[in-house]
């Protein structure tokens, strides 16, 4: 079974450090771009949409935002703990 962050809210949002992280379902579309950038932090659910792992918390922070300027429809937001946008900027 897929060991996801949060089962309750398996597209977040999750904390990681001083991030919160999380998917917009609607806007994700399956592409796996962030699957291959940050795989210990993402995998397609059976609908092709992006869930948080619990790797994340072992997820370098350089991988996690670069997958989301890698996705191609910016479905992972990323902000600082004072709600200010990491990415998308
Ligand atoms: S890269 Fe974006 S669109 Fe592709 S699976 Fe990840 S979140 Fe979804």
Known sequence: MTDLKNSEKP????EKDDWTIY???DKCIGAGVCTAIASK???LDNEGKA???KGVDQENKEALLDSAKACPVAAIIIKNKNGSSVYPE
């Open 41 to 43: 932090s993402f995998e």
């Open 51 to 53: 869930l948080i792992l």
């Open 11 to 14: 597209f977040g949002p999750i």
């Open 23 to 25: 998917v917009d379902k």
